[in-house]
């Protein structure tokens, strides 16, 4: 079974910066076949898309939450399987803990914690 795993959180101050990195543990899982999404959650809120990047030649763009626009940049590296989100300029609200995924997956990985603070 397919499992993602996000890496890269920790805790910075604001103005800070940080690379988030999404890779699969399943074996022969490419994430370059999909649409790929960074979520990201704080404890008693909803689930918050905050960045899409279409599956690899595929036509279409990025796309970023009003929130993030012009600080994060989502990108991949198809020949290390992996997905980024490159995180600039951060704020105090840009902490929680986050996910990526697809858009057909079942499950949700254990996200990273992101924590922006003084």
């Known amino acids: 079974q397919v499992q993602l795993v996000e890496s890269g959180g920790g805790r910075v101050q604001p103005g800070g910066s940080l690379r988030l990195s999404c890779t699969a543990s399943?074996?022969?899982?490419?994430?370059?076949?999909?649409?790929m999404r960074w979520y990201r959650q704080i404890p008693g809120k909803e689930r918050e898309l905050v960045a899409s990047?279409?599956?690899?030649?595929?036509?279409?763009?990025?796309n970023y939450a009003d929130s993030v626009k012009d600080r994060f940049t989502i990108s991949r590296d198809n020949a290390k399987n992996t997905v980024y989100l490159q995180m600039n300029g951060l704020k105090p609200e840009d902490t929680a803990v986050y996910y990526c995924?697809?858009?057909?997956?079942?499950?949700w990985g254990q996200g990273t914690q992101v924590t922006v603070t003084a």
């Open positions: 995924n697809y858009p057909t997956s079942r499950s």
């Open positions: 399943g074996s022969g899982f490419r994430l370059s076949s999909y649409s």
């Open positions: 990047i279409p599956s690899a030649g595929a036509v279409g763009t990025t």
